[in-house]
């Protein structure tokens, strides 16, 4: 059973930087191989934002990462999101997302465990 538990989120001014913390535990070890980031604001569907491969290592960027956010994983069981130069567009819950390797990396529906989210308003 594989488990992930959001940090980080909070309220911030635009321009500001958060960063995101994701805790994976769990087994098999093959079902954490990614782990993504995904975000979602009220009204909005779940949008893709950055994933991660261990222990290859290959970051995914979504459009709306590209440029400011950044995803790294120190190790196996822990994935960042570095926010940079933050803007009231990127209000939303980020959920963390843990995928076998199986599916397109962009798409929910490649992931089989998520976190609870943790909440990022950007107030202009």
């Known amino acids: 059973q594989v488990q992930l538990v959001e940090s980080g989120g909070g309220l911030v001014q635009a321009g500001d930087s958060l960063r995101l913390s994701c805790l994976a535990s769990?087994?098999?070890?093959?079902?954490?191989?990614?782990l993504a980031w995904f975000r979602q604001a009220p009204g909005n569907e779940r949008e893709f934002v950055a994933a991660?491969?261990?222990?290859?290592?290959?970051p995914w960027y979504g459009e709306v990462a590209k440029g400011r956010l950044t995803i790294s994983r120190p190790n196996a069981n822990i994935v960042y999101l570095q926010m940079n130069r933050l803007k009231p567009e990127d209000t939303a819950v980020y959920y963390c997302?843990?995928?076998?390797?199986?599916?397109?990396?962009?798409?929910?529906?490649?992931?089989?465990?998520w976190g609870q989210g943790t909440q990022v308003t950007v107030s202009s």
């Open positions: 997302a843990a995928g076998s390797g199986v599916g397109n990396i962009a798409t929910r529906g490649s992931y089989d465990d």
């Open positions: 769990g087994q098999p070890s093959f079902k954490l191989h990614r």
């Open positions: 991660i491969t261990w222990p290859d290592d290959s």
